[in-house]
């Protein structure tokens, strides 16, 4: 099991930028894949970034392709997601997740472990 604590959350203006922390612990061992997914009020979680552990193979939702970059400090056991240019539709709680088989997964149902979210709000 892998246990996962989000932070760098808080209330920006558009075209602002901010740095999520994804700290993991637990069973961190060998492969397993950070993703970041976010939920705004009222829609369903979605994808936003993935990376795997090892091989450093990263992947991004169009609506954030070229303002937001993923990346991961093995050991510090962490995964960053630096978010820039933002805007108001980038606010949202946003939640780091794990999966332990390794490879590169987009779907919230392939992710076991998830953190308790922390929340962006972009202010135009």
């Known amino acids: 099991q892998v246990q996962l604590v989000e932070s760098g959350g808080g209330l920006v203006q558009a075209g602002g930028s901010l740095r999520l922390s994804c700290s993991a612990s637990g069973r961190t061992g060998g492969s397993f894949t950070v993703g970041w997914f976010r939920q705004a009020p009222g829609k369903e979680r979605e994808f936003v970034a993935v990376?795997?552990?090892?091989?450093?193979?990263?992947a991004y939702a169009d609506s954030v392709k070229g303002r937001f970059a993923i990346s991961r400090d093995n050991a510090k056991n962490t995964v960053y997601l630096q978010m820039n240019s933002l805007k108001p539709e980038d606010t949202a709680v946003y939640y780091c997740?794990?999966?332990?088989?390794?490879?590169?997964?987009?779907?919230?149902?392939?992710?076991?472990?998830w953190g308790q979210g922390t929340q962006v709000t972009v202010s135009s």
């Open positions: 997740a794990a999966n332990t088989r390794g490879g590169l997964y987009y779907s919230k149902g392939d992710f076991g472990s």
């Open positions: 990376i795997t552990w090892s091989g450093g193979y990263s």
